[in-house]
Each structure stands twice: as structure tokens, then as C-alpha cells.
């Protein structure tokens, strides 16, 4: 097969939630509709348990599940689906905000009795950054949840997207019927059934048909035929592009738990959603049938073996396709590396391959030289924009505790950073290092990974921050006349990058009033 009709024939998506909402269950009920696993039950939830967690190998193992679950790829009615998993925890957030670079499209799962929460308010600010195109599902109809108009209203205020739903739900919670699909015009009738896969529709092109009754009584009859005329008024047929560009969230409503409203999404998602799609490699589009292979990494897991320290770079393919065997030109090093050891990841089970296309998402052994960001090509040179990093909100300053180790604790440190699992800003003066966060989470696992894998103690001792901005400034002398001014607030970011690191909201609006050619971000890429 031609480098078109693999591109063509991939969909990489990832799916976003807030945690409970059902994510994991319809990751789930699509592998088994995919048949990639044979029963429910076998897909782990990645959740972190906060509550429930006992010691920190419970937070191993579970980070452990974590991984063996996040690239899921399967094969349904020809087409190569890769699904990526993101962590649900909060305090891992950043984590999901990268997975979702190497995506072209996401379903977003919402739960009709709680409706938008804040999880998904975030992650969505994420995809609206980067216009990716999203699919929303609201599940468990088999609750009371609130009126399905009110949800459409709530995500497009709260979510800040246009919906357009694709199917509507007759009935909810006791009296839940089943949905009618305003797409392919067909009726899907409910049956709360956990294990089977059953979902069957009744082509229904004419709902004025008295033959609705039949199927779902007199009232919900009258219902849904008001509601449509409603909804076709109000919404008419998809503008597909509107999808693509971002603009236009498709919503479906069903039960993942019972298998309902699974298929129907996912014969919709390979109907609409975009094949692989092009991106920035510095400020040229790579399009993924550019001939030459290129790809990033977003990813990395580390402690596969903690004897071993070994890791796996999780590597999304761009363009061209991906040889074992080959040399690759590894672009922030300037050196070739020859890969010889590359794993796919078919549902649960890692396999090594031997070639793979755009879209697809392959896992490089790693002893240490990959960092999240790197850049894979043929030749190319270049990196890969979009994979920003954000500024933490919790900061804490690290005090050396065994002066014998401080070797370790410096590269336990710096691999940590490699991997994404915080960030470290090293103040310009004095040797002050600050890690910063998203949760308080993160310290933890900082502190018992240093100690288990580099044999470093160290504690984190409070710091009073606010926010770690990057700076730039179209003219140079302004931008060393401010950091002159404020060298104890000057630190640099893992790429020598330099950052304010502002102490509080009023001090850092007061800075950037009194210095109006800085600019200050908030990310790392702009
Ligand atoms: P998450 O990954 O988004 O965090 O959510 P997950 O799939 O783990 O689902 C959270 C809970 O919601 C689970 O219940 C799950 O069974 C339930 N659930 C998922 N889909 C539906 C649905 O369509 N209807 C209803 N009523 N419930 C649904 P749990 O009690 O936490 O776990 P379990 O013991 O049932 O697995």
C-alpha cells in the first residue's frame, strides 16, 4: 500500500474527560467493538486514587497501568484507529496537554447528570488553542440527567464551542428509550446490557410515521417529533469543515456502561474525523505525505524497569514512514541514531515493529536521549513546534539533603525534567532552584522517584510565587535593562530559556504596567 492510502486509512485521537465521567468505559466498549479485546473489564482505569492509596507503590503501579494503557491502536472495518489515553488526574494535567499535541482529533466525554466540570473546561482550552477538532459524548442517559437542550447550552457557554448534535435522546434516566440519530435518520432503541454488543438501528427516514409509536409510545413519539422539527430548524445538517477547523463540536448522546450510542460514535468518528493531519517544523507545514519520515516525541515513560532505569519515548509519526533499522537524524542533538528497537502498541500488548506511517505512535527505547519535544527526521533539520510548556502553578525550592549525592540529585533532576514530570527554573543568581507544578501530587512522586531511582534525598521548602512568565522583547537593550532590574526574579527554564518568575498577581500586572516592552507568556512557545 502507497504512502496515501496508509495516511488515509489512519485516525489518531485521544479522549478527554473529567475524571468519572466515563472515559474509560467507552475506551473500553471501543476496543471491543474494534474486537481488540474479547471482554469488559480488561481495560484498567487510570485514574489515581488519592484517597485509596495506601504507599507509593500504589501510585507505581498505578502509573504503571497507566502506561500499558496509553496507546491503544485497533483495527475496525479497515481502518487503523490509534487511541491515546490521557491521565485523568488533575495534578497530572500537563501530561494530558501533551498527549494532545500528537493527536488530530478528541471525543469529549460529559456526564448528563453533572454536566461540564472543570477537568473538561481546562483540557478544552487546550484544544481550542490548537484547533483541534472535537466530538462530544454525553453519557450514562440511563440517569436522570439534566435536559439535554440545557447540556447543549452549558457546553457551548462553559466550553466555548458551537454544538451540533448529531443524535438526540428520547426519553432519559428510568424512561430512557434509546436516541434517534438526526445523521443517518435511524432509530436505536435501549437495552441496559453490559456485555453484549447489540447496538441495532431501525432506519427511520419519516419520524411522522405512525409506525414511531409502535416502537417507543405515544408520548415519546410526540416528543421527539417536536424536537426534531426543533432541531433541524435551529441546527440543519453538518458543516463538516466547521468540524474540522475546530469550530463545531458533533454531539451523540448514549450509555457507555451498557454499550449504547458506542457504535454509532464511533461509525460517525471514522464518517467525519480527519486522517493525519500536517504540522509546524519550526515555520515550515509538514504535510504527512511529505515523502521524507519525520516525527516527535511527547511522551516519555520512564522506570519500565527501575533497575535499569530504562524509558520509552513515545514518538508520533509526521510524515513519511518509519523504517527499524534505519538512521534517524536526532535534530536538537545533531547526531544520526540508528533505531533498532521500536514497538507499536496494539491494544494491551507492545510488539516490535518493523515500519509504521503518519498517525501512528511508536515507542523507542531510550537510555537517556530523548527529551519531550525531540525532533526525528530523515535528514530535515528542525523541531517541532506545539509542544509548549505551560507555567506551573505550585512552586517549591529544593534543598539538597545529602550533600554526598548532589551529582545524583542534579541528574535525577534534569531526567525527571526530560520526562515532563515538572518543571525546573534555575535562578540566574546564587544556585536557587525552583520545581514547579500543576499538583501537589507531583512533589511526591519528584521525591520518591529521586530517592529510588538516583539515590538523592532532598526536601521542597516553600516559595512565595506566583507564576513563571517568559520573556522576550522586540528590543534588546529594553530586555537586559529589565532583567538587570530584577536579576533575583530572573531564572531560566529547562532550555536556558529566560523567565520572570513573578511573586504575585498585583506585582506581576505592576512589572508588566512598568515595562511595557517586555512581553510576558505564559507558555513557553509563542
Ligand atoms: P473515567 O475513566 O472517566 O474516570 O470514568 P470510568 O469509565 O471509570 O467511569 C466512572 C464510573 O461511571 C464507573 O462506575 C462506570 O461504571 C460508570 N459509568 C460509565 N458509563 C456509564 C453509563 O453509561 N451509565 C452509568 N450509570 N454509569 C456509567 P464506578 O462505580 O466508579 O466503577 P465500576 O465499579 O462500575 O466499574
Not at 407 to 433: C, I, P, T, W, Y
Not at 492 to 507: I, N, Q, R, T
Request: aromatic content about 10%; hydrophobic content about 35%; charged content about 30%.
Amino acid at each position: 500500500m502507497d504512502l496515501t492510502a496508509e495516511i488515509a486509512k489512519r485516525r489518531t485521537f485521544g479522549i478527554i474527560s473529567h475524571p468519572d465521567a466515563g472515559k474509560t468505559t467507552l475506551t473500553e466498549k471501543l476496543l471491543l467493538f474494534g474486537g481488540a479485546i474479547q471482554k469488559a473489564g480488561a481495560v484498567k482505569s487510570n485514574k489515581i486514587d488519592m484517597h485509596a492509596r495506601s504507599d507509593w507503590m500504589d501510585i507505581e503501579k498505578q502509573r504503571g497501568i497507566s502506561v500499558a494503557t496509553s496507546v491503544m491502536a485497533f483495527e475496525y472495518e479497515g481502518m487503523k484507529i490509534n487511541l491515546l489515553d490521557t491521565p485523568g488526574h488533575q495534578d497530572f494535567a500537563e501530561d494530558t496537554y501533551r498527549t494532545l499535541t500528537a493527536v488530530d482529533s478528541v471525543v469529549m466525554v460529559i456526564d448528563c447528570v453533572k454536566g461540564v466540570e472543570i477537568q473538561t473546561e481546562k483540557l478544552m482550552e487546550v484544544c481550542r488553542m490548537r484547533k483541534t477538532p472535537v466530538i462530544s459524548f454525553i453519557n450514562k442517559l440511563d440517569r436522570e440527567g439534566q435536559d439535554p437542550y440545557d447540556l447543549l447550552d452549558e457546553i457551548e457557554s462553559k466550553l466555548g464551542i458551537n454544538v451540533h448534535p448529531l443524535s438526540w435522546p428520547i426519553g432519559m434516566g428510568k424512561t430512557f428509550q434509546g436516541v434517534y440519530s438526526l445523521y443517518d435518520k435511524s432509530l436505536r432503541l435501549f437495552k441496559a446490557d453490559k456485555q453484549q454488543l447489540h447496538e441495532e438501528s431501525t432506519r427511520f427516514e419519516d419520524i411522522n410515521s405512525p409506525e414511531l409509536e409502535k416502537y417507543i409510545g405515544e408520548s415519546h413519539a410526540a416528543q421527539l417529533r417536536e424536537d426534531v422539527e426543533m432541531l433541524d430548524d435551529l441546527y440543519g445538517p453538518l458543516d463538516v469543515n466547521a468540524y474540522l477547523s475546530g469550530d463545531v463540536a458533533p454531539v451523540f448522546f448514549g450509555s457507555a456502561v451498557n454499550n449504547f450510542g458506542v457504535k454509532e460514535l464511533l461509525d460517525a468518528f471514522l464518517q467525519f474525523s480527519p486522517e493525519p493531519i500536517g504540522r509546524m517544523l519550526d515555520e515550515t507545514e509538514i504535510k504527512p505525505d511529505y515523502k521524507k519520515f519525520t516525527g516527535f516525541v511527547f511522551k516519555i515513560h520512564a522506570n519500565m524497569d527501575p533497575k535499569h532505569r530504562n524509558r520509552i519515548a513515545f514518538l508520533r509519526i509526521c510524515s513519511g514512514k518509519f523504517q527499524r533499522g534505519s538512521n534517524y537524524y536526532h535534530t536538537r542533538q545533531d547526531k544520526k541514531f540508528r533505531i533498532s528497537q521500536a514497538t507499536a502498541f496494539m491494544a494491551q500488548d507492545k510488539e516490535t515493529i518493523d515500519e509504521a506511517y503518519p498517525g501512528d505512535i511508536i515507542g523507542l527505547y531510550d537510555t537517556g536521549n530523548f527529551k519531550i519535544g525531540d525532533t526525528l527526521t530523515d535528514g530535515d533539520k528542525g523541531m517541532y513546534r506545539g509542544i509548549p510548556s505551560f507555567s506551573p502553578e505550585i512552586f517549591r525550592e529544593v534543598i539538597n539533603k545529602d550533600a554526598m549525592k548532589t551529582k545524583q540529585l542534579e541528574k535525577g533532576l534534569n531526567q525527571l525534567m526530560d520526562e515532563g514530570v515538572a518543571q525546573l527554573f534555575n535562578f540566574q543568581l546564587g544556585s536557587r532552584k525552583a520545581v514547579g507544578v500543576v499538583g501537589q501530587l507531583q512533589f511526591e512522586v519528584i521525591q520518591h522517584r529521586l530517592k529510588h531511582e538516583y539515590g538523592a534525598t532532598c526536601e521542597f521548602a516553600g516559595m512565595q510565587l506566583y507564576k513563571a512568565c517568559w520573556i522576550s522583547s522586540d528590543d534588546p537593550k529594553k530586555l537586559d535593562a529589565f532583567i538587570n532590574s530584577k536579576q533575583r526574579h530572573i531564572a531560566k527554564d529547562k532550555d536556558g530559556k529566560l523567565v520572570f518568575m513573578a511573586e504575585s498577581k498585583s506585582w506581576l500586572q505592576m512589572v508588566q504596567e512598568n515595562f511595557p516592552d517586555v512581553n510576558f507568556h505564559f507558555t513557553s512557545e509563542f
